[in-house]
């Protein structure tokens, strides 16, 4: 059975807060909020890897971005990248290829 949770207010609350803090302190305040979760999913990731992991590679190149402001909003985003170009076989496994 799913828990759903519904979280009423938001808007309004971001609203008042960006009106009392202003702008620019709202963005820094969501860059690292959004840089904390992104090491928590990080974290989550790698140890979710683990259980698959030959040689560790994959594990050890897992890498985080800071959070950035776009016209979007502010976004961070994690990934792969170091010396045995994980990055490739992760695409592999994740999207296949063509012969």
Known sequence: MPNNVSIKGVNATLKELEERLGEKQMQKISRQAINKAGEEVKKDLKQD????????????????????????????RIGWNGPQN????????EWGYTR
């Open 86 to 93: 994980r990055y490739k076989l992760i695409h592999l496994n």
């Open 49 to 76: 890897m683990k259980s698959f992991r030959d040689t560790g590679a994959s594990v050890d190149e897992v890498v985080q971005q800071n959070a950035t402001k776009k016209s979007t909003g502010v976004s961070g």
